[in-house]
């Protein structure tokens, strides 16, 4: 089992910069990818960004070039550093986990992100 507690939404205005941060707890051994998924009003939730243990990035391109995430493997933390936010980017943001051998998630509880003026 994987604990993980979220950080750091806000209120923000369009074009400021927020960071999110995850930490994990419990099995943290098993953890293969650490990430961000997000779920707009009415949308499906999507994938953000997400971290390999091994080092490699992936960003959705919605948020590629703006969105930085980051890993402090001592902490077992992982963050969202979030610049040049848009409307579209008001969303609920959620870290996930998935862990070996059977790519199981897990999630945080969610923290709410909006962008508005």
């Known amino acids: 089992q994987v604990q993980l507690e979220e950080s750091g939404g806000g209120l923000v205005q369009p074009g400021g910069s927020l960071t999110l941060s995850c930490a994990a707890s419990g099995s943290v051994f098993t953890i293969n990818a650490m990430g961000w998924y997000r779920q707009a009003p009415g949308k499906q939730r999507e994938l953000v960004t997400y971290?390999?243990?091994?080092?490699?990035?992936h960003y959705e391109d919605s948020v590629k070039g703006r969105f930085t995430t980051s890993r402090d493997n001592a902490k077992n933390t992982v963050y969202l550093q979030m610049n040049s936010l848009n409307s579209e980017d008001t969303a609920i943001y959620y870290c996930?986990?998935?862990?070996?051998?059977?790519?199981?998630?897990?999630w945080g509880q969610g923290t709410q992100v909006t962008v508005s003026s």
């Open positions: 971290i390999m243990s091994g080092g490699r990035i």
């Open positions: 996930y986990t998935e862990t070996t051998p059977w790519g199981r998630k897990y």
